[in-house]
């Protein structure tokens, strides 16, 4: 869709605002270049009061929150504290810019100070995945989906994690004035303008579910999630029918004991594939899969990306462990990294 005229875009900075998140969408239209200049963007910095605090600095902007009724995209950064309750004057504005027909987008946690006006209700948006729960606890009415980067409603679109809402702004761009145009965006920002899988691959995960019951057998099964394992094998070990185990364990623990195996198995890879240089089929190996392929295929199924791209998209696979047999390097247990 090309822009006719000049696109206001007011940033909000508020009390707690995550500089970071505030700059993003100023670098990026900024210093978006545009064959026609007159149908580029301006950007606006609007604040709730005359200076904001944000972290061991304050912030002047130059426009007030008034001006997010004539803005034709308003962008909520992410915000230190998304528990702390959102002033009033910042949800009148937002609703106000939105009824007024702006596109309103938020970054990262800004996904809360977005969701107290009731503008999520009823849609799919995303967060920081460590803000998600929050969310979707505060706001049952919104559709929290933790795993991607950023979600386009139309005229809401949300972001997760704080690079995320470079991926997000890039995206407008494109929606705004074609692939050419974001892709140039792109290069002066030095990112991809299209990164593989969502947030998922960055999660920081718990450890599979536990139980008080079950908690030495699980430990075992840690230890022993590269073996092929089968519910009679543990079973016995619990010294209960396969039946019972099974019904006891998904009771207990909430899912099946096989798929709880897989889950260990793809954390223990996700390890490996941080701390060394092992190829794919030597973490299958070390990890309890039949082949590099079912790891790929479970891996994918778990994190969202791929193992390659994620090694690749963590900056990872620096060698830490040597290059050994996986059957001979006692590093490689899955007792010996904690399991997740």
């Known amino acids: 869709m090309e822009v006719l005229a000049i696109h206001k875009v007011a940033v909000l900075a508020f009390h707690g605002v995550v500089p970071f998140d ?3 969408p100023v670098e990026v239209f900024g210093r978006v270049q545009l064959p026609n200049p007159d149908h580029g963007y301006q950007v606006q910095v609007c604040a709730e009061t005359p ?3 944000a972290r061991s600095f304050g912030i002047r902007a130059p426009w007030t929150l008034a001006e997010l009724a004539q803005a034709d995209t308003v962008i909520v950064p992410g915000i230190d504290h998304p528990e702390a309750p959102v002033p009033d004057t910042v949800v009148a504005a937002i609703r106000s810019a939105y009824a007024n027909g702006a596109r309103v987008v938020s970054i990262c946690s800004g996904a809360l100070v977005l969701a107290a006006t009731g503008l999520l209700d009823g849609r799919r948006a995303t967060t920081h995945w460590l803000a998600a729960d929050l969310l979707a ?3 049952p009415a919104v559709t929290v989906d933790p795993d991607v ?3 386009d409603e139309g005229r809401i679109v949300t972001s997760a994690g704080s690079s995320a809402g470079l991926d997000m702004c890039l995206h407008l761009l494109r929606r705004d004035h074609g692939h050419a145009v974001a892709a140039h965006a792109a290069r002066l920002a030095v990112a991809p303008l299209d990164r593989e899988g969502g947030q998922a691959q960055f999660i920081v995960h718990a450890e599979p579910a536990s139980s008080a019951s079950l908690a030495p057998l699980l430990d075992w099964m ?3 999630a590269h073996q092929q394992l089968t519910v009679a094998d ?3 070990r619990a010294a209960t029918s396969p039946r019972t185990f099974a019904r006891r364990f998904r009771e207990q623990v909430g899912t099946t004991p096989l798929q709880w195996l897989i889950t260990a198995r793809v954390r223990r890879a996700q390890e490996l594939l941080e701390t060394t240089a092992l190829s794919l089929g030597e973490i299958a190996e070390a990890t309890g899969f039949d082949g590099a392929p079912a790891l790929r295929d479970r891996f994918c199924q778990t994190v969202g990306v791929n193992p390659t791209a994620y ?3 963590l900056g990872l696979g620096k060698p830490v462990l040597s290059r050994t ?3 001979t390097n006692e590093h490689l247990k899955l007792g010996g990294g904690g399991g997740a």
Request: net charge positive.
């Open 222 to 224: 840690r230890e022993h």
């Open 325 to 327: 047999n996986a059957k």
């Open 137 to 139: 606890g505060r706001y």
């Open 234 to 236: 543990l079973a016995r």
């Open 311 to 313: 090694r690749r998209a």
């Open 51 to 53: 200076e904001v605090r």
């Open 22 to 24: 505030l700059s993003i």
């Open 149 to 151: 980067l950023f979600v």
